[in-house]
């Protein structure tokens, strides 16, 4: 009867169980008049009925599976006119709702990706799933359906969040997507079966996909999308937002770009970087990338600017070696002993050049 996150709902109905929410509905009291029109419709057995038609079930708060950690909605305030925990949780499919989300990072971002979004989403997606990592998303066109598919892939666990009921398969094209969903991983919904989709359930699924899971990853958003709301989200309730670069010419990418400069979202562009965001603190640490290490590394400056002096084919006498380097013929002559014994320079009758060996790692002949 009542839409998730109404927020006059959760000012009308405060402290009150679930329960208690229904008999009052029932009385007809005048602060409830706004959703009486649905009283007549209403019928939770018919609900359940369907539910358990397609392998689904609801989940209440004190159930085994409740996902605890969304309740951190209770104080996360609202966004976009919606907000609050949820009375209870459609799911289905085999898995155990709270199990999957203990571990769990929502992949999002738009609908209208290009190729190289839908690439990152999957490829992250299926080293997620191959860190046993849940992949949530909204089962969407684009970056979530990506993901989805990427973590199916890796033999992973997904979960698509869905504003609509979850025998419901919206978009229509990713029905198959979301049977292959249902049998190897979760369907959710806040919403009964048999309801369609709007605008204001997108934004109040948004809630439950950022409070669910450990951080919220955007691969691809517009300035303005609902992949931006899921990050805000995932602020408000205290969760890492993380962020795929993209091209500076690209207005898919313009979205994640601005979270990282303006909302400090983590800039990421491997799984190590997510998995030490979702981690504790101290934890699954990456270090900063760095070139391979180079043959020259220990040596001193005078034994570098040497080896730039030898030729690399015709070999030259150490003198001419010593003016090409700016140094002493008594020091490039010392210089030159250690670097054939590291076998990056030979001496010939003629003089010195680079080793083969040398030339090889330098892609010569």
């Known amino acids: 009867m009542v839409e998730p996150g109404d927020p006059a709902a959760l000012e009308a109905f405060d402290g009150l169980s679930a329960l208690e929410v229904w008999e009052l509905l029932q009385t007809g009291t005048p602060r409830v008049e706004r959703w009486a029109a649905r009283l007549a419709s209403t019928n939770p057995e018919r609900d359940l009925e369907r539910a358990q038609a397609v392998g689904g079930r609801f989940v209440i708060p004190g159930d085994d599976e409740w996902p605890e950690q969304i309740e951190v909605l209770a104080h996360a305030g609202q966004q976009a006119r919606r907000g609050g925990v949820p009375f209870g949780i459609w799911v289905r499919g085999e898995a155990n709702l709270r199990q999957a989300l203990a571990k769990s990072v929502a992949v999002v971002g738009s609908r209208a990706c290009s190729s190289y979004g839908e690439h990152a989403a999957a490829e992250l997606a299926a080293g997620l799933a191959d860190n046993e990592v849940t992949v949530v998303s909204g089962g969407a066109y684009g970056i979530d359906a990506a993901a989805h598919r990427g973590a199916l892939a890796a033999a992973g666990l997904t979960i698509a969040v869905l504003a609509c009921g979850v025998d419901v398969s919206y978009p229509k094209r990713n029905t198959a997507l979301f049977d292959r969903i249902a049998a190897e991983g ?110 020259t590394d220990g040596f001193d400056l005078e034994v570098r600017r040497t080896l730039d002096a030898v030729p690399v084919l015709r070999p030259v006498p150490t003198l001419r070696i010593a003016v090409t380097a700016g140094l002493d013929a008594e020091t490039v002559k010392e210089c030159l002993e250690t670097l054939a014994d590291a076998d990056l320079v030979e001496q010939l009758p003629a003089g010195w050049r680079l080793s083969p060996t040398h030339r090889r790692a330098l892609g010569g002949t």
């Open 186 to 295: 979760l369907i959710v919904s806040e919403l009964p079966p048999g309801c369609s989709p709007t605008k204001l359930r997108f934004l109040a699924r948004n809630r439950l996909i950022a409070a669910g899971t450990l951080g919220t990853l955007v691969v691809e958003a517009a300035v303005r999308s609902g992949a931006l709301n899921s990050a805000g989200w995932a602020e408000q309730c205290g969760r890492a937002v993380l962020a795929v670069p993209g091209p500076i010419t690209s207005r898919m990418s313009e979205g994640a770009h601005l979270l990282v400069r303006e909302r400090n979202a983590l800039l990421v562009t491997s799984i190590a970087d997510i998995l030490e965001a979702i981690s504790p603190l101290g934890t699954a640490l990456t270090s900063y990338p760095h070139a391979p290490d180079e043959p």
